[in-house]
């Protein structure tokens, strides 16, 4: 798992090192001189709340804890309790003060327990603030650009009697190398670039994401070699905004050519990427996505709403007819791509009529998923400051609307598969004994008998029939 700098080389009697990596895993080894000498305290919990971008900045956190000789385990017993926030939406929030609610009553039992708390929340002032005042109890707090001095962080946590928190503003660092524990032997994400210069009026991510940084392709590179050494096959490529992913470099590299050289891997089967924002999908990129051999026909592209004055106020920019027209050209391009969005309903102003204009667009559009949510008003954005809020009751009227077109749609679409054989990657056993969940490479899900010796391989199956947003199907038969 030590990728660059082997234990042995660490001598922790020695002078604390000044380069970033190094001086983490110089803690590490501190971490572990101190486990060695209590490790009756050795289980933790780790919870990710949030995007993909979380889920994969949480292996890290895994990866050190693992390393220093904890063990993981799924219940919050255990003797430290990690979160990794999100703030993306209001109920996102609620979710964690509600749990640190449970978490106070553990550790009134037993006081040896840690409660750590870092991510995308731990960025705004008055969490902070809070946690600092009526959350006395939790041990560690840190944000979004400070994650990579985990381990130093976690030392000063176990060897003080204080509340530790460490937030930085920004940073524009990319701290490389640090260890990891995947969720999957066989596909993994891989970040390509951090923050977002979008500034949409609804969104809270330039705020405690930062501004966008995008890492240099050969360390992108180097990480997937390393990766498919380990068995990985498919990877999704990782940012709020692919599209723009390298502009900002030394040496400028578009997102198409970064995915040219990604493909060059050998033994990497398929490429994902997520998310692309419409404003700066380029044909480039659309040339390049129908002709190659790994990258997924499946396009996340967030409409946000298909109103133009609302996507106007959004700050989205780009309006209706742009959005349906670059359908239009990817699938006059990729005539088999899988298209999925995301839609947000009850952004200030929205009316009867520019709600419509969203239904519109998913009738039009053709989305195999779309996801929706209602919108939610997060302080320190300038829609919240925004006159004409939407009711409540007139917003749940309409997201259950649009859930039902949606869904209609989304059978309707889906299943064109049917009847047809597919190669699916086999992910896990679902809960039905004997049957297994996988993807094609449009995303879709296709649950079929299989057994356990085929996870992580890759099967032909006949789909059999559509359940909406799934697949029953049978093997036909083993690719490798
Ligand atoms: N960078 C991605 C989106 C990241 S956030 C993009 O621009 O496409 C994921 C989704 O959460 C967004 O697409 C949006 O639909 C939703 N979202 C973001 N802020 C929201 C808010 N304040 N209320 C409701 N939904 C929101
Ligand atoms: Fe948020 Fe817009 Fe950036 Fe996506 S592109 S993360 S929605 S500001
Ligand atoms: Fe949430 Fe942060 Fe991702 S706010 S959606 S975890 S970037």
Request: charged share 30%; net charge negative; with cysteine.
């Amino acid at each position: 798992m030590f990728n660059r700098l082997e234990s042995e080389e660490i001598n922790i009697a020695g002078e604390i090192p000044k380069e970033d990596t190094a001086r983490q895993y110089f803690y590490i080894e501190k971490c572990k001189e101190l486990y060695r000498k209590d490790p009756s305290h050795n289980t933790y919990c780790l919870t990710t709340f949030g995007c993909q971008m979380n889920e994969k900045q949480s292996e890290v956190i895994a990866g050190i804890m693992d390393e220093i000789g904890y063990r993981r385990i799924e219940t919050e017993d255990a003797d430290i309790v990690i979160y990794n926030t999100c703030t993306v939406r209001e109920n996102a929030n609620l979710k964690v003060y509600g749990r640190l609610g449970l978490l106070h009553n553990m550790k009134k039992q037993k006081k040896e327990k840690k409660i750590i708390l870092f991510g995308c929340m731990m960025q705004e002032e008055h969490v902070v603030n809070k946690i600092r005042n009526d959350y006395r109890f939790v041990d560690l707090v840190f944000g979004t650009h400070n994650i990579y001095r985990f381990a130093e962080l976690f030392y000063h946590m176990m060897t003080g009697e204080q509340q530790v928190i460490e937030i930085w503003e920004g940073t524009d660092k990319i701290v490389e190398d640090l260890p990891a524990e995947r969720n999957y032997d066989f596909k993994s994400g891989v970040n390509i670039m951090f923050g977002c210069n979008n500034f949409c009026s609804y969104c809270i991510v330039p705020y405690v994401r930062g501004r966008e940084r995008s890492r240099e392709p050969e360390a992108i590179v180097e990480e997937v070699t390393r990766l498919v050494k380990d068995g990985v096959t498919e990877v999704m490529l990782l940012g709020q905004n692919v599209n723009s992913y390298g502009k900002t470099l030394e040496n400028p590299v578009s997102f198409a050519e970064l995915l040219e050289k990604v493909e060059a891997v050998q033994g990497l089967k398929r490429i994902r990427f997520m998310t692309s924002h419409p404003k700066d999908l380029s044909d480039e990129l659309i040339a390049y996505m129908a002709k190659s051999k790994k990258v997924c026909h499946h396009l996340h592209l967030p409409m946000q709403s298909g109103s133009s004055r609302i996507l106007k106020e959004m700050n989205r920019r780009y309006d209706k007819e742009k959005y349906l027209s670059l359908v239009e050209k990817i699938r006059k391009a990729i005539p088999d791509i899988s298209l999925t969005t995301d839609i947000i309903v009850g952004f200030p102003g929205e009316t009867e009529e520019d709600f419509l204009e969203t239904i519109d667009v998913v009738n039009k559009a053709g989305f195999d998923t779309a996801f929706t949510f209602i919108y939610s008003k997060r302080t320190g954005t300038p829609a919240a400051k925004m006159e004409n809020q939407i009711p409540e009751a007139v917003v749940k009227e309409r997201f259950q609307r649009l859930l039902s077109t949606v869904q209609e749609k989304g059978r309707e679409i889906s299943s064109r598969f049917v009847g047809t054989v597919q190669e699916v990657l086999v992910e896990t056993e679902s809960k039905d004994p004997g049957i297994f969940t996988g993807r094609t490479q449009y995303n879709l899900l296709v649950h079929f008998p299989a057994t356990p010796d085929l996870e992580g391989k890759y099967v032909n199956v006949h789909l059999d029939e559509c359940k909406g947003f799934y697949y029953l199907g049978t093997r036909v038969d083993p690719l490798q």
